[in-house]
Each structure stands twice: as C-alpha cells, then as structure tokens.
Nanobody, 119 residues
Framework: QVQLVESGGGLVQPGGSLRLSCAASERTFSSYAMGWFRQAPGKEREFVAAIRWSGGSTDYADSVKGRFTISGVNAKNTVYLQMNSLKPEDTAVYYC????????????WGQGTQVTVSS
C-alpha cells in the first residue's frame, strides 16, 4: 500500500519559517492533486493548500494566503509547503494528502508532522 511520508516539521518562533515535504513511498504512485491539511488540538482537521498537477493550479485557505506556498514535482510524487511568517495559531499536526482517483476527494493520507510555533 502506498504511503505518503511527511517531513520538515518542528519548533519555530513566531515570524519564522519552515518547509514541509511529502513524498510517496512508491515510484509508481500517481495522483491528480496533492494537498496539505492541518489539525490543531481540540479542533477539526482543516484544509491548508492544494496543487492540481494538470495546469499547476493552486488553492489556499484564507488564513494562510500570502504566507504559505505549495509546490511540487508530479514526476517525483513530491509536494512541498513553504510556510513563512508563522503564527502561534499555525501550530498543528500537518498532513499530506493525495487525490488518486480524480474525484476531488483526498483518499490517501500521510501520518502527519508536528509544527509548533512558540517563543
């Protein structure tokens, strides 16, 4: 079974930056889109950003627009999330996900990586 593996989380001060990476465990993996979601303690999981491989269009949650940038390499089944100007409210477990069947739903998920923004 294909796995998505996230990396790059950690502790950062407010105003700092982090870059998250996500890669599929198998070279044969393919998807129509990949995205990032996050879940803070006591809150529901929420959408952060997504990239569609056909055309390269991207979407962002309003709360991260102008601060976060999603990018990726379809051929390498890899997606990144560059996070700048981090705020304490960005603290959460960040999950990578993929739309494998083109149904605009995310059906394959990673295990998550913790991002903590604190002084």
């Amino acid at each position: 079974q294909v796995q998505l593996v996230e990396s790059g989380g950690g502790l950062v001060q407010p105003g700092g930056s982090l870059r998250l990476s996500c890669a599929a465990s198998e070279r044969t993996f393919s998807s129509y889109a990949m995205g990032w979601f996050r879940q803070a303690p006591g809150k529901e999981r929420e959408f952060v950003a997504a990239i569609r491989w056909s055309g390269g269009s991207t979407d962002y949650a309003d709360s991260v627009k102008g601060r976060f940038t999603i990018s990726g390499v379809n051929a390498k089944n890899t997606v990144y999330l560059q996070m700048n100007s981090l705020k304490p409210e960005d603290t959460a477990v960040y999950y990578c996900a993929a739309d494998v069947y083109g149904l605009e739903t995310y059906d394959t998920w990673g295990q998550g990586t913790q991002v903590t923004v604190s002084s």
